[in-house]
């Protein structure tokens, strides 16, 4: 029973939201928004206008490239950079990207 109750009180880390580009060391699980440019079976390769991420997912995802979607995940260093064990894929059709660039800019500055 204690053993179960330590699994309940643990808590994922939250996604910190980040450019491609600005993706750092320290971080564990961020989220990127960007548009999908190549995927095979589990694997996308996401550009957000900064620059270009692979993510990987455990299970086939349904995404297709020239969509728009939201990938949360663990930052992975590698040989060649940064990669994403993604852990959740967000399809993000219909948003207002005018709108979503406006709030997170006023944001930036009341952090």
Known sequence: MPETQNIL??????????KVSEIKDE???????GTVVDK??????????TGKITSTFDEAVNADPGQL???FGRVITTADGK????EVLQN???LDMK??????KLF????
């Open 27 to 33: 971080d564990i699980r961020v989220r990127v928004l």
């Open 108 to 111: 930036k500055f009341k952090v």
């Open 83 to 86: 990669e994403l064990q993604g």
């Open 40 to 49: 095979r079976e589990n694997t996308l390769v996401l550009d957000d206008g």
């Open 99 to 104: 709108l979503y660039e406006k709030v997170n």
């Open 9 to 18: 009180n643990q808590r994922m880390l939250p996604s910190i939201e980040r």
């Open 92 to 94: 993000m059709k219909g």
């Open 69 to 71: 979607v939201r990938v």
